[in-house]
């Protein structure tokens, strides 16, 4: 794949691991005859260290050659999170620093969560693009704001806090954004 295709998300190998790539940074060349030159930073999913790269737009690299599992969370504990394979019932245990941002969206219900394997092991997992996680705590609403957008903290199920319109209550559920952490709607 071309470097001016690859996009923040994807899993591409690099110097012969899977990273996965966190952003990019476009630089404009100030000559003319110049090259578009595409500044990546992403993470090793096996040493999950973190890696930056320089390509120019024309240059390539091979998406990474892994494996899509259907996993769910079993549980977690204090060093690790512990999925469950919904085809052949394997677990997998990851640690749970490298799952840092994914924990406040994961819950025991949560559909669509795919593991990463690579050369028979886990090395991470991938979120589907929104979830639905119900509030727990927030503020009434105020009399006579309703025309305006004007938005509250809340916070969810699984502690994490959002920014939410003012209407909705505890207890209703909401889509919450995977890759922002942003309120999408109710659900």
């Not at 406040?104 to 886990?122: K, S």
């Not at 997992?125 to 704001?145: F, H, M, S, W, Y």
Request: glycine content about 6%.
């Amino acid at each position: 794949m071309q470097a001016k295709e690859i996009k923040p998300g994807a899993i591409m190998n690099f110097e012969g691991a899977p990273v996965r790539i966190e952003s990019i940074n476009v630089q404009s060349p100030s000559a003319r005859g110049a090259a578009t030159l595409y500044k990546f930073r992403g993470r090793n999913l096996v040493t999950r260290q973190k890696t930056d790269f320089v390509l120019k737009g024309t240059d390539s690299l091979p998406p990474a050659d892994f494996h899509k599992r259907a996993v769910t969370l079993m549980y977690t504990d204090a060093d690790q999170v512990h999925l469950l394979d919904q085809t052949d019932f394997n677990q997998y245990s990851l640690p749970r620093e490298s799952m840092a941002e994914d924990l406040p969206y994961l819950t025991e219900a949560l559909q669509g969560m795919v593991a990463l394997i690579y050369n028979g092991e886990c090395v991470g997992v991938q979120l589907p693009a929104a979830v639905e996680l119900k509030i727990t705590r927030c503020d009434p609403a105020v009399r006579g704001n309703s025309a305006t957008g004007r938005t509250k903290p809340a916070t969810l199920e699984t502690g994490l806090l959002i920014q939410v319109p003012e209407y909705l209550r505890e207890g209703e559920i909401v889509k919450v954004d995977t890759r922002t952490g942003e309120f999408l709607s109710r659900a």
